[in-house]
């Protein structure tokens, strides 16, 4: 089953860091302490967490809505899909068995099994069968539509960046203060229009809650976690740089404390070698010759899936502070930026005889930075956004999109990209008009990729 955001992230922080004031246990502990201070004794009318990937988000949720119900009150959760949803509840029931937690769901929808498997929990599509329960937990979408009942006075916001203002809008009503915890460097909340006629303005509906909160309430200044507990000591450095540089974090784990081990030598390919370089290292670039090409680039689409192949044939472990395990196809994911890229590649593996989403047993996932956020794996194969692209259009460019492909891992991450990506970069800086009143992104995609893109060129295996 993937993980959640968070999972490896321990109850208690410091377990995972050498005691000391140094220690990242002690850090995201001393954080963690003040974040439940302003949670229950604060006086502004929001209290906003800012979480690096895998930095235990979903682990202060659950520890939040401890905390609030056993200081006596009530308590609503919002999260922005089903599946967000029955994550929590199953967290929160699991964690804390003697909650009564409430799954409000719509009238057509069902809770997965894992949220309905525990005693505590209650599921209803209406509102009125859960207001006694302790925790009532349910998406945005469901809870714009609660009347009716008198207001909570504490509320969590989960994954508050993707939710859109014009959603906090709908839902506010319905408590008195909340907590806001969620991803900035992750992709914007979607949107199926153009958003253009709002821009700059007070009331744009597009923008996140979280930017929306801020522009109204100038008195509350946000909270960092300072630990990612997913991301390697390899990695966590360049993705606090190029995605983080005013919220900057540290990895939970030393130089050396995870590794992967190789049961079967390589074959002198390529392929064989960018897996040694990121067993060693922790990334790896498969650079496939310049060109020009579809986006379901037939080249590319191969080595993403042979790259997988391999994975799987050499008999990879993971060790880390979990132990030793083998890196079998459920622990390994694709991440792409289009839809029909996923499905070009899901049908290469498959074409190779590699178990992908829904075949049974473990399988490897194939889907988009959209759909892999807030998962981890221990290694992940990223075919790189401008990957033989003619242009660097803004969609390509989405610092969030680079930024999700870059940090699902615990072990490891290979790139697979034609070369000529920098040139590219150089031909077309950004050119995305100014907006008025309008905070400009920081770091946009193109620095972004560039920072991102010097680090692969250490570890870079060229193909063809």
Known sequence: MDSPDS???????????????????????????????????????????????????????????????????????VAQTN?????????????????????????????????????????????????????VVSTAAKWQWVK??????????????????????????????????????????????????????????????VTALLDHNPGIRPHNLPVSWRLPYSAAALVSRAFYPFTPFRSGTGEGDRRLTVGVRADGGPVDAVIDEAAESGWGLLELPARHTVRTDPEAVHAVARTVRRLLDRGLAAVSERGTAPVTADRIAVGTAHRDQAAAVRAALTGLGVPVDGALGPAVTVDTANRLQGREYDVTVV????????????????????????????????????????????????????QLGVSVKFPDGWEANHTVLAELAEHRIRAG
């Open 83 to 135: 599946s967000q949803v029955d994550d929590l509840v199953d967290r929160l029931a699991e964690t804390a068995p003697d909650l009564s937690i409430g799954r409000l769901h719509s009238s057509d929808g069902r809770p997965a099994p894992e949220a309905l498997r525990h005693a505590g929990v209650t599921a209803s599509g209406r509102v009125a069968d859960l207001v006694e329960q302790q925790v």
């Open 148 to 209: 009716d009942v008198d207001p909570w006075r504490h509320a969590i916001v989960d994954e508050a960046y993707q939710m859109r203002s014009d959603a906090l809008l709908a839902v506010a009503r319905l408590f008195e203060r909340a907590l806001f915890v969620g991803d900035p460097g992750q992709l914007d909340p979607f949107t199926v229009v153009g958003t253009d006629q709002w821009a700059g303005l007070s009331w744009d509906p597009s923008r996140s809650a």
């Open 383 to 434: 075919l790189h956004p401008l990957s033989g692209r003619p242009d660097a259009t803004a969609f390509h460019l989405e610092t969030g999109r680079l930024c999700v492909l870059a940090s699902r891992h615990r072990h490891a991450c290979i790139v697979v990209a034609r070369a000529g990506i920098t040139e590219l970069l150089d031909e077309h800086p950004s050119t995305e008009p100014v």
């Open 7 to 77: 999972a490896d992230a321990p109850d208690s922080p410091a377990a995972a860091g050498a005691p000391g004031p140094s220690s990242p246990g002690a850090a995201a502990d001393r954080v963690t302490a003040e974040i439940l201070a302003a949670v229950l004794s604060g006086t502004e009318r929001g209290v906003v967490v800012d979480s690096p990937p895998g930095a235990g988000k979903s682990t202060l949720v659950v520890r939040a809505a401890r905390e609030l119900v056993a200081a006596g009150e009530r308590l609503m959760i």
